[in-house]
C-alpha cells in the first residue's frame, strides 16, 4: 500500500507533516528501510552521545530514540486493537510524562539497539499480518479518526521526523 492511497480522512492533521516527509512510499517497504536507517543511525553514535542534549530543557538523545520506542509501541497498539475492530476510544499519551521515566540515562547503545530492533520487528510482524480490509478498519485516538493503515505510516513518519532532528542537532 503506497502513502498515496491513504485519505486525510483516516487521520488527524497534527500528523500530516511526518506522512509529507515520507513522500509516497510502500508501508511495508518503508517500516524495514526505517529500521535499517536507524539501526544504522544507532551503530554510528558514539556512546558518550547518548547524554548529550542540544539545548536547555531539551531531551538527550537517548531520550529522543527511546521516545521514537515509546511512541511506535502506542501507535502499534492502537493498530492491533482497530485491526481487531476495538472500538474502544483510546486517549493521547503525553510524551513529555513519559520521558522524564524513560531511565534513558542509564542506558547502553547496545541495549537500545536491541530494543528498537524488537519493537520495528514486532511492528513489521504485526504489519504483515494484515490485508487490505484491515489496513482499512478505523477506530478512535486522541479524538480522532485513525486507521490502521495510517497508524502504519505515522510510525514510520514520526521516525522520519526524529532521525531528522538527530542529524541536524545531535550529531
Same mark, same amino acid.
Not at 491513504?6 to 488527524?12: D, I, K, T, V
Not at 502506542?74 to 493521547?92: E, I, K, S, W
Given at each position: 500500500?503506497?502513502?498515496?492511497?491513504?485519505?486525510?480522512?483516516? $487521520?488527524?492533521?497534527? $500528523?500530516?507533516? /511526518?506522512?509529507?516527509?515520507?513522500? *509516497?512510499?510502500?508501508?511495508?517497504?518503508?517500516?524495514?528501510?526505517?529500521?535499517?536507517?536507524?539501526?544504522?543511525?544507532?551503530?554510528?553514535?558514539?556512546?558518550?552521545?547518548?547524554? /548529550?542534549? /542540544?539545548?536547555?530543557?531539551?531531551?538527550?538523545?537517548?531520550?529522543?530514540?527511546?521516545?521514537?520506542? *515509546?511512541?511506535?509501541?502506542?501507535?502499534?497498539?492502537?493498530?492491533?486493537?482497530?485491526?481487531?475492530?476495538?472500538?474502544?476510544?483510546?486517549?493521547?499519551?503525553?510524551?513529555?510524562? $513519559?520521558?522524564?521515566?524513560?531511565?534513558?540515562?542509564?542506558?547502553?547503545?547496545?541495549?537500545?539497539?536491541?530494543?528498537?530492533?524488537?519493537?520495528?520487528?514486532?511492528?513489521?510482524?504485526?504489519?504483515?499480518?494484515? *490485508?487490505?480490509?484491515?489496513?482499512?478498519?478505523?477506530?478512535?485516538?486522541?479524538?480522532?479518526?485513525?486507521?490502521?493503515?495510517?497508524?502504519?505510516?505515522?510510525?514510520?513518519?514520526?521516525?522520519?521526523?526524529?532521525?531528522?532532528?538527530?542529524?541536524?542537532?545531535?550529531?
Amino acid at each position: 500500500m503506497l502513502r498515496s492511497e491513504l485519505p486525510s480522512s483516516e $487521520y488527524n492533521p497534527f $500528523y500530516h507533516t /511526518y506522512l509529507l516527509a515520507l513522500g *509516497d512510499v510502500d508501508l511495508i517497504q518503508e517500516l524495514t528501510r526505517g529500521k535499517d536507517e536507524l539501526i544504522t543511525l544507532l551503530e554510528e553514535i558514539p556512546e558518550s552521545k547518548l547524554g /548529550y542534549a /542540544y539545548g536547555e530543557g531539551k531531551w538527550t538523545l537517548a531520550e529522543v530514540l527511546l521516545h521514537i520506542m *515509546d511512541a511506535e509501541r502506542v501507535f502499534q497498539y492502537r493498530a492491533l486493537c482497530f485491526a481487531r475492530n476495538d472500538q474502544t476510544p483510546f486517549p493521547g499519551f503525553d510524551q513529555d510524562e $513519559y520521558v522524564p521515566h524513560s531511565n534513558a540515562a542509564s542506558r547502553t547503545k547496545a541495549s537500545l539497539v536491541k530494543e528498537y530492533s524488537a519493537i520495528r520487528e514486532s511492528t513489521l510482524c504485526l504489519y504483515n499480518s494484515f *490485508d487490505k480490509d484491515v489496513l482499512k478498519r478505523v477506530g478512535v485516538a486522541s479524538g480522532s479518526r485513525m486507521s490502521v493503515r495510517a497508524l502504519g505510516f505515522i510510525i514510520s513518519g514520526h521516525q522520519a521526523h526524529h532521525v531528522n532532528i538527530i542529524r541536524k542537532r545531535y550529531l
